[in-house]
């Protein structure tokens, strides 16, 4: 009791008197006391483990607590373009989960203008995407551009050329983008700009299906690099880099303004925004 209360920094007298108090709460002896000394009875080594028990659950509560206030555990939901997931964000996310192991990290794929409406709504806590101007919701941070190319099929006319200004394209058939989707939009305004109108036999909304009917010979197309220059050989296609000043797109990371972001979200959005410095 002597070396109990000299650990506690509280009196001997103070330690009996709680501990009568909680065999009075529990209506059960804690302790046996004789003259030669006190031990405790079967309850009290059963309370006494008990309560290590708790001790050491509400330590390690107090430790995962602390990790979350530091953002080393925690749990981040993040919706990408299709673009980011064939570019360099895996390998920045693995860099990261490595760093941060007790972080989970839930990623979906959607259009730029999905994943804007995503963090607006609170769905998700970052979002990378192309970027779609200011927008008033949005804390958005510069992640890497994406440079555009026009693909075209083996053996076609412009197929020896390296690069090419978009104006010296247009008198080919185009397979399209749907004008909802963002290279849609871009190449649409391209077309608007020159004046023209691009001559097309068919639109598709996946890559694999814009690439296939390329290498089909249903016409040239404008791709994003990630999505074109990975599958010329097995396509039988060939890319051909874009000279005009609209086909380097800027991608953005994106986080909802006005609201607290926990800190693994921030370590997150911090490591992506830093690979644009170090590339």
């Avoid at 108090?21 to 405790?40: H, T």
């Avoid at 259009?111 to 979002?127: K, Y």
């Avoid at 909304?205 to 290498?215: G, H, K, P, W, Y």
């Amino acid at each position: 009791m002597a070396r109990a209360a000299e650990r506690e920094r509280i009196t001997t007298p103070a330690i009996s008197k709680r501990i009568a108090e909680l065999e009075a709460q529990l209506d059960v002896q804690l302790l046996e006391r004789s003259n030669i000394g006190v031990r405790p009875t079967a309850a009290g080594r059963s309370l006494a483990a008990d309560a290590r028990d708790i001790l050491a659950a509400l330590e390690a509560a107090e430790g995962k607590l602390t990790d979350y206030a530091r953002g080393v555990r925690g749990d981040v939901r993040v919706s990408v373009n299709p673009t980011s997931m064939l570019g360099t964000l895996p390998d920045e996310i693995r860099k990261f989960a490595n760093n941060y192991p007790q972080v989970r990290i839930f990623i979906d794929e959607r259009r730029s203008a999905d994943i804007v409406q995503a963090i607006t709504a609170g769905e998700v806590n970052l979002g990378v995407c192309f970027n779609l101007g200011d927008h008033p919701d949005l804390d958005v941070h510069p992640w890497h551009a994406v440079e555009l190319m026009l693909v075209v099929p083996e053996g076609h006319a412009l197929s020896g050329r390296t690069s090419i200004a978009f104006h010296e394209a247009v008198d080919n058939d185009f397979v399209l983008h749907p004008q909802t989707a963002m290279l849609g939009r871009v190449v649409g305004q391209a077309a608007e700009q020159l004046g023209i109108v691009l001559r097309s036999r068919v639109q598709a909304t996946t890559q694999e299906a814009i690439r296939r009917l390329v290498s089909a010979g249903m016409g040239v197309a404008v791709m994003t690099q990630q999505s074109a220059l990975p599958y010329a050989d097995s396509h039988r296609y060939r890319c051909i880099a874009l000279t005009d000043d609209w086909a380097r797109l800027p991608t953005r990371v994106c986080t909802r303004r006005g609201f607290a972001l926990p800190m693994c979200v921030r370590l997150l959005r911090d490591a992506l925004t830093a690979s644009v410095n170090r590339s």
